[in-house]
């Protein structure tokens, strides 16, 4: 395999025809081959959510240029799952899965309702090397082009060194400002939360409905997490696994309940 | 707060109409004051996943003899935020939280896919006791009876002690057998993963769709892990954290990588 140019495996969660994963998929053809598999519509917030008692619709689609690519109905951990047990069943494997570029942040806690980040997990889990880029910038036309760079580069670096078992990169950059990105972190997600409002407002027929609307509360005063990162113009890496265990609560709930026998 | 009753948060992933969500609040009748809200319809599969650019709806729901109850349109983490952030706002918020009873696996990797747990999470990200009670018996009419007494157990054990910070409990249940329950293990999640196979098919109109399958691959050989404690007859309780970081995965990359700085 070693000879071969890498199988890149590119999804996203923002939809195919999203201006996140063209960039991305043009990087990508600078290091291998590539196939996309990706949602036929955005799929924000959808977490690790995947089918389950519906159908999916998987279509191929010939807006990249030189490119394979399937439009899928289902989610971002969908489109990865059908690429490989159906698309390239009985075929070559991705060498890499990478997911993105999103348009929005997926630093802190938000990593959990990350459509891009479930596209890589599923890759972890499958023993495969992975990576979530996002850009943190909602603009449908954000500029990218200060990510490009650091994408082939944190890219290349993973397919020559690997991955630890059982993780999966979260890629975040800042938005595109008026000085070069300082430089790239290893960061630990960083302790914030969501703070939601709702919205709440009558339809035409007088019946009641809501609008989520969120505020980002960030508690953590360190240097070495990704919204410090961000914010002094670092493009943040943090390590994610899949394994939610917190083994070190094992011992005290051990030692603490007195229900156990 | 200690002189009342406590305040107990229900909600689920099956849908607010499911036998689990039934027994749940009929258990936890037994314990505090009750509150639910749930989807209004099933939402398995969906992972941590929020309505992000989508309304939602809320309605009172009398289904629950002398309990307060609403149904949503959203997903079981948008239940868990509406009930904090609107139902419940500048009132006095829940003193635990808890979801399920699952029909339904949420061992090992499932963990990632579970609605059941996502509103566990929720109220862990909030600092509030959680926990997802899932039954190993995907029936919609499976039989609940065992799980009723450890249900009861396990919350009221939460009440009194709380949880490590960051923690909310995974609590899977054996389906009933002949034998009576062995006990309750606190256990790390499994090594396991689902292989999936998608089921080719026409629709009326000649256009291609697939059914997901997929079957269950369990690695682990030890006896420490739920899925271990499942097969045993035992309940299985996981504590599981929302920060992903894999911490022991910084120093690796902080060292293999050239390109930091």
């Known amino acids: 395999m070693k000879d071969k ?9 923002d939809g195919i025809t999203s201006k996140g994963i063209f960039t991305l998929v043009e990087a990508m053809k600078t290091l291998g081959e590539v196939l996309v598999v990706a949602p036929d519509s955005p799929q924000s917030g959808m977490g690790h959510a995947i089918t389950v008692g519906e159908t999916l619709r998987l279509e191929e689609n010939h807006i990249f240029d030189g490119v394979k690519a399937y439009q899928c109905s289902g989610t971002p951990a969908d489109c990865v799952k059908i690429a490989r047990h159906f698309v390239l069943k009985d075929k070559r494997q991705p060498d890499i899965v990478v997911s993105g570029i999103n348009h929005g942040s997926n630093t802190s806690i938000s990593v959990l309702y990350s459509g891009t980040m479930s596209a890589a997990i599923e890759g972890a889990i499958e023993g495969t090397p ?23 580069a944190i890219t290349k670096q993973v397919l020559e060194k690997g991955l630890p078992k ?7 950059f800042p938005p595109k400002r008026n000085e070069p990105l300082k430089g790239i972190r290893i960061c630990r997600q ?20 809501f609008w989520m609307a969120g505020n ?11 919204e410090w990162a961000i914010a002094n113009n670092y493009v943040s ?3 994610c696994q899949f394994d939610l265990t917190a083994h070190s609560a094992i011992p005290i709930l051990n030692e603490d309940w007195d229900i156990l026998r």
Chains 1, 2 share one sequence.
């Open 5 to 13: 140019r890498p199988l890149i495996l590119v999804s996203n969660d």
């Open 166 to 172: 059982g993780v999966a990169l979260n890629v975040n």
């Open 216 to 226: 980002f509360v960030n508690f953590d005063k360190g240097e070495d997490n990704d």
């Open 130 to 152: 992975a990576i979530g880029f996002s850009l943190c910038d909602y603009a449908h036309d954000a500029d990218f082009s200060h990510t490009i760079e650091p994408v082939i």
């Open 190 to 209: 960083a302790n914030a939360k969501w703070v939601e409002e709702f919205d709440e407002r009558y339809d035409p027929n007088g019946r009641r409905y």
């Open 237 to 239: 890496v943090v390590p």
